[in-house]
C-alpha cells in the first residue's frame, strides 16, 4: 500500500489532472526500474503470524532495521510504520506484510543486488527475535482473526469499507503478498502502448508467478488465489480496464476514469480524514462532505491515484501489478520480464503484436484462467504455456537488445535473470505447481511443511 503523496499545491484548472500524469514522461536514457515485493512474516516456533507490538513483533523488525542498518524511521502518530534510506521505503501492508519499495535504479543487476541486501538485512534482524519470512500470494493457512490490522488510519478506513463493496478485500489487505515493478514512459503515445501491453499481458505474469494455491489450510482451487481475491474486491476500482484499448486512451481518459472511482480518505496534518465513497469530482467543486468548501491539492489527487487497483495502473510511472509474491530467486524475474519487454521499442512492438488481435472478453478469460489453472489455462486456443513461452522469448530479446552488464562487466545484459521462468516453461511447473506436488506428495497434505521449505 502507498505511503501519503507529494503532489504538490491546489489544483485550479481540471487540465492539471492530466497534466500530473504527463509530468512523468522522461527521456529513455533517465527510464529507471522499481522493484517492490510484500512477504509474510512469522514467528519460527509457532508458525503464527507476527503481531505489531511485543519483542518478537513487526515492531521490533523495523527497530531492527533502524537501529542496524542505518534506516530512518517513519512514525504515523507513535507508532513506527516504515523506514526510508537511499530512495527506498521499507512499509507495511494492512496484515504487517513487509514491503521493500525499492529505489529508482538503471538495471536489474542493480535491483537484484538492493533485494538482495534488504533480505539479509530483514534475515539478520529476524533471525536473533526468532522470526522468518516467506514470499507467498497468500497466507496459506492464517485466518482473518489471527493477522491483527497494521496501526495505519489508512487501514482502519479500507478495512471497514471494503466488506461494502465486494466479497474479498479484507483478504487482500490482510492476506495476501506481491511483487511488481514500476517503469517509466517518454511521452503519451510510449504510456499508451505500454499500458496496453502491460494489461493484455497481464495473465502470463499471474500464470508465470502463480504461487498461493492454498487458503486457510486447504487447497483453494486457484494456482494463484491471490488473483482471485483482486478480481473480488471491488469492481469500481479493479480488472482488466477495457476501456483503455479504445481510441483516444490517454493521460486524460486515466485521469477521468479515476476521477469516478469512490474516494476512500483526505489526508491531511498526519491524519486520515474519512471520505468513503465521496466523490473527488464533488471536492474539486468543494463540496467533499469530508471537508465542505474545501478544494483538492495534487496531494490529495496523487493520493487518489494510489487507490486505484487495477492489473496495471498509471502514476507518473507505470506499475506492473499482476504476480504473487514468491521465492527470493524470482523477484529479481518479474522485472526482467517487463523490462524486457517495454524497454527495448522492438521487444515492445512485438509484445503489442502478440496481443493487440485480442477482444475484451479474451483478456478478461485470460485472467480468470491464469488464476485457476496457471500455466495449464487454455483460452479459445491460446495455451498458456505456448502462449508464456512466446512472451519470455520477446523479454530475452529485449533484454538482449538493453545489453546492461552486469558484476563489472563479466555478465553481458540481464537475460539470466528470466532463467527461472524458462525453468517453469521447460517444467510446466509454476511455484504453485510446485507446492502442491510437494503437498500431495512427501508433505502428505501437512501444508505446515511449506514455512521450514520455503523461508527465506
Known amino acids: 500500500m502507498s505511503i ?52 518478537r513483533s513487526i515492531k521490533a523488525i523495523l527497530e531492527g532495521l533502524r537501529d542496524e542498518f542505518g534506516w530512518a524511521a517513519v512514525n504515523e502518530g507513535d507508532n513506527i510504520v516504515g523506514l526510508e534510506k537511499d530512495g527506498a521505503n521499507v512499509s507495511l501492508e494492512p496484515g504487517g506484510q513487509l514491503e521493500l519499495s525499492g529505489a529508482p535504479l538503471e538495471t536489474i543487476h542493480e535491483t537484484c543486488d538492493e533485494v538482495n541486501e534488504h533480505l539479509k538485512q530483514v534475515q539478520t534482524v529476524a533471525d536473533r527475535l526468532g522470526a522468518k519470512f516467506i514470499g507467498l500470494g497468500a497466507a496459506p493457512e492464517w485466518t482473518h482473526e489471527q493477522m491483527p490490522l497494521m496501526p495505519k488510519g489508512r487501514y482502519k478506513l479500507m478495512d471497514a469499507y471494503m466488506g461494502t463493496v465486494g466479497t474479498h478485500g479484507t483478504q487482500m489487505m490482510r492476506r495476501t503478498c506481491t511483487v511488481q515493478v514500476n517503469l517509466d514512459f517518454s511521452s503519451e503515445a510510449d504510456m499508451v502502448q505500454k499500458m496496453r501491453v502491460a494489461v493484455a499481458l497481464q495473465p502470463v505474469a499471474t500464470a508465470l508467478f502463480a504461487n498461493s494455491p492454498f487458503f486457510e489450510g486447504k487447497v483453494n482451487g486457484h494456482k494463484s488465489w491471490r488473483s482471485r481475491v483482486w478480481r473480488g474486491l471491488d469492481d469500481a476500482r479493479t480488472g482488466m480496464i477495457p476501456f483503455i484499448f479504445d481510441e483516444g486512451f490517454g493521460f486524460e481518459a486515466w485521469a477521468e476514469w479515476v476521477l469516478d472511482v469512490p474516494m476512500y480518505f483526505v489526508y491531511r496534518d498526519g491524519e486520515y480524514i474519512d471520505a468513503l465513497g465521496q466523490s473527488f469530482r464533488d471536492f474539486l467543486k468543494g463540496e467533499l462532505p469530508a471537508l465542505p468548501g474545501e478544494t483538492p491539492t495534487l496531494s490529495d489527487w496523487a493520493d487518489h491515484l494510489t487507490t486505484v487497483f487495477p492489473e496495471a ?42 496481443a493487440k488481435g485480442w477482444d475484451a472478453e479474451t483478456r478478461q478469460a485470460l485472467l480468470v484462467a491464469s488464476s485457476e489453472q496457471g500455466l495449464h489455462a487454455e483460452v479459445g486456443g491460446l495455451k498458456m504455456i505456448d502462449l508464456a513461452r512466446e512472451v519470455v522469448d520477446i523479454a530475452e530479446a529485449g ?46 497434505g501437512d501444508i505446515s511443511r511449506i514455512y521450514d521449505a520455503y523461508k527465506y
Open 4 to 55: 501519503p503523496q507529494s503532489g504538490g499545491g491546489p489544483i485550479t484548472d481540471h487540465a492539471q489532472l492530466a497534466g500530473y500524469l504527463a509530468d512523468g514522461c522522461k527521456p529513455k536514457a533517465d527510464w529507471r526500474i522499481g522493484t517492490e515485493h510484500e512477504k509474510f512474516g512469522f514467528c519460527e516456533d509457532t508458525l503464527r503470524p507476527l503481531p505489531y507490538d511485543g519483542p
Open 313 to 354: 495502473r498509471v502514476k507518473k510511472f507505470i506499475e506492473m501489478r499482476g504476480a504473487d509474491g514468491g521465492p527470493w530467486r524470482r523477484l529479481c524475474a518479474l522485472p526482467a520480464f517487463w523490462v524486457g519487454l517495454t524497454y527495448d521499442q522492438s521487444a515492445l512492438d512485438a509484445a503489442w503484436d502478440l
Open 399 to 444: 533484454l538482449k537488445a538493453r545489453a546492461m552488464p552486469g558484476a563489472g562487466g563479466l555478465v553481458p545484459d540481464e537475460t539470466h535473470f528470466l532463467n527461472a521462468l524458462k525453468d517453469s516453461i521447460a517444467s510446466g511447473e509454476a511455484p504453485a505447481d510446485e507446492l502442491l506436488r510437494h503437498y500431495h506428495g512427501d508433505w502428505n
